[in-house]
């Protein structure tokens, strides 16, 4: 189904599931070198990321009893590769999870309750404390959220957008988008916030200007009017572009130019990707040609757009074209399957650090493979 899909785009999309066969090349560079392992936990784990040392991870899981759990190294007599160090429980469940600012030790956790609950995670003494927690979303649901320095921007089932300054422990309502949100990221080193809604509204609002006068800035509309906008994902290093993934299984590639009023955002390329609605997205945190998208049809597809990097400077600009923002996307683009199972389980959500990627199934398993050859 997901590897139809995408057989359907590219030729080039390669499973390590037949090793054997000859066309298999990139997926076989991809994972040539890597181990992979993984962990069966009691609960089932709905966002997962990796802490600063890449063999520590917290994860949040779903009731029936709603909790965050910390891991770290197994020790020799282990039969896991991870070992639970912490946990702590929550009254409700997770909607989505990202750490504050810089540092990989204060996280963030929208719930289903309308609250939002900061916790401060020790790898070293093995524990989870929970700092404070915010209601944001009276009588809807706390769904998604992104921070940056010290302000945390929370996005609810309502279509609010509040803000939190974590150091002077104050909210505010920043704006209301016309649907729930279901997703956001921020652009501009912060200054902007993408909000994706579940009328499949991309908004991208500037949180700059006084809060009265906060406006989408810009909306893109979706290929199909109501097919959600599930996931969002800002490009590392070129704050312009952004990727957007969608209840359909389709993923949106677009130019945000910055939030430049003279120019509107564009989208640039569409693609069905998933036979169900897309988790999350992620660019690789420095080698940003790698793209990671997961969904509920229990596939984790990496893209490798390396090969269109070579597409040459734009005359007018001078700068290197994106190869995401380029017309020869997917004539050059190659598909490697992560999750090959017969029956998979639906990808909740991932996490990725230098070479590594963990992955959160809703069957309970995390799975972790390291050692995956990017270029």
């Given at each position: 189904?997901m ?59 779903l ?46 956790v ?21 700092f ?105 290093a ?36 998933a ?79 230098d ?8 069957n ?12």
């Open positions: 189904s590897l139809a899909a995408a057989m359907k785009h590219s030729p080039q999309l390669s499973t390590y599931a037949d090793g054997d066969n000859a066309g298999n090349v990139p997926s076989q560079r991809l994972l040539s070198k890597a181990t992979h392992s993984s962990l069966l936990i009691n609960n089932r784990p709905t966002r997962i990321s990796f802490l600063s040392s890449p063999s520590s991870f917290l994860t949040a899981c009731g029936p009893q709603p909790s965050l759990l910390l891991y770290g190294p197994a020790t020799a007599d282990d039969d896991e590769a991870f070992r639970q160090l912490a946990h702590v429980n929550l009254p409700a469940d997770p909607n989505d999870m990202t750490f504050l600012g810089a540092n990989e030790s204060c996280f963030v929208p719930l289903v309750d309308g609250s939002v609950h900061v916790v401060m995670v020790d790898e070293n003494e093995k524990g989870i404390r929970p404070h927690r915010i209601v944001t979303h009276e009588g809807a649901e706390a769904t998604c959220v992104s921070a940056v320095d010290s302000s945390i921007i929370v996005g609810g089932s309502d279509g609010k957008v509040v803000m939190i300054d974590a150091v002077q422990n104050e909210s505010r309502v920043v704006t209301r988008s016309g649907a729930g949100i279901e997703c956001m990221t921020t652009l501009s080193g912060g200054a902007v916030v993408a909000t994706g809604n579940m009328a499949g509204m991309i908004n991208l609002w500037d949180l700059r200007s006084p809060s009265s006068a906060i406006t989408p800035q810009f909306t893109v509309s979706p290929k199909v009017f109501g097919d959600s906008c599930t996931a969002l994902a800002a490009h590392p070129q704050t312009n572009i952004l990727a957007g993934g969608y209840e359909s299984g389709s993923i949106s590639f677009i130019d945000a130019r910055g939030g430049n009023r003279d120019q509107p955002p564009e989208t640039k390329n569409t693609f069905e990707l036979s169900g609605p897309i988790t999350k997205m992620s660019f690789h945190p420095v080698l940003s040609d790698n793209l990671f998208a997961s969904s509920v049809d229990g596939s984790l597809v990496h893209w490798d757009a390396a090969a269109n990097s070579q597409a040459g400077l734009s005359t007018s600009t001078l700068t290197r074209l994106s190869p995401w923002l380029s017309s020869t996307l997917e004539s050059s683009s190659i598909f490697n399957a992560l999750q090959t199972d017969e029956y998979p389980a639906t990808v909740n959500s991932f996490s990725i650090k070479d590594s990627i963990l992955i959160a199934c809703d309970q398993q995390i799975r972790h493979t390291t050692g995956m050859t990017l270029v």
